[in-house]
């Protein structure tokens, strides 16, 4: 799954008006969030701490109506604890994304 901006640059936008600096802010500020969810994927050992990673970047991708991290979400909600494949694509987006300025 490759990373589209649509939504979400459409939703970081409408919030940054025409303040370019604030625009980069509120990326970098998503990226992080990000970035810290998918490494507390990557740590989790047990159902709960895995569940509780995965609801919390559902939100993060609901707060920023991004829409492919939502479903990526959701199927870390259905996963096992630490499945790669999901941790893999979490974090190809998470790279696309920051990659994409």
Known sequence: MAYDSGALDETLAAEAGD???LF????MA???SLAR???LL???RCDGNWH???LRLK???ASFHAVQLISLAEEALEAA???PTVVRRLQQFHDEFAGAD
């Open 52 to 54: 509780v990673a995965a």
């Open 81 to 83: 604890p630490g499945e």
């Open 30 to 32: 998503f990226s992080e």
């Open 19 to 21: 303040d370019p600096a």
């Open 37 to 39: 969810q998918i490494d």
């Open 42 to 44: 990557r740590r989790a």
């Open 59 to 61: 939100g993060l991708a």
């Open 24 to 27: 980069a802010e509120l990326r």
